[in-house]
């Protein structure tokens, strides 16, 4: 995956380019709210007690948006649709984030016409 960001351009903290894994849930309404709560203590299982490593949790919303999207960053943060997990680099003194739970609510599920058998819509989650 490729990814370009002005803030990438001084410093390590950030990178244009990294490997990415991703998980995908897709299912009724109730599903995904099971998944994202579920999601979200997975990641602080893994960076709290298994790595051991100083972190935090936060709502955040996509710059991939950018200025024309400022709408849908307001909604995403103001519907908690997407959570991003921060980890603290003690050399630069601040939290950078290196993983997100977003919530697609039926965004994917339209574009894709996910449908259940009954023809129920679908949601979707990934982390």
Same mark, same amino acid.
């Given at each position: 995956?490729?990814?370009?960001?002005?803030?990438?351009? %001084?410093?390590?903290?950030?990178?244009? %380019?990294?490997?990415?894994?991703?998980?995908?849930?897709?299912?009724?309404?109730?599903?995904?709210?099971?998944?994202?709560? %579920?999601?979200?203590?997975?990641?602080?299982?893994?960076?709290?007690?298994?790595?051991?490593?100083?972190?935090?949790?936060?709502?955040?919303?996509?710059?991939?948006?950018?200025?024309?999207?400022?709408?849908?960053?307001?909604?995403?943060?103001?519907?908690?649709?997407?959570?991003?997990?921060?980890?603290?680099?003690?050399?630069?003194?601040?939290?950078?984030?290196?993983?997100?739970?977003?919530?697609?609510?039926?965004?994917?599920?339209?574009?894709?016409?996910?449908?259940?058998?009954?023809?129920?819509?679908?949601?979707?989650?990934?982390?």
């Amino acid at each position: 995956m490729f990814v370009r960001e002005r803030s990438a351009a %001084t410093g390590l903290e950030r990178l244009n %380019t990294f490997n990415m894994r991703e998980a995908i849930f897709i299912g009724d309404e109730e599903l995904i709210k099971n998944k994202y709560r %579920t999601c979200e203590s997975f990641a602080k299982d893994i960076f709290g007690k298994k790595l051991n490593l100083k972190f935090r949790i936060k709502t955040a919303n996509d710059p991939i948006f950018g200025r024309a999207g400022v709408k849908k960053q307001i909604y995403q943060r103001a519907f908690n649709l997407k959570l991003e997990i921060q980890v603290y680099l003690p050399y630069v003194e601040k939290y950078v984030a290196c993983g997100s739970i977003n919530n697609h609510i039926s965004t994917m599920s339209d574009a894709f016409q996910f449908k259940s058998k009954s023809g129920n819509k679908y949601e979707s989650l990934c982390i």
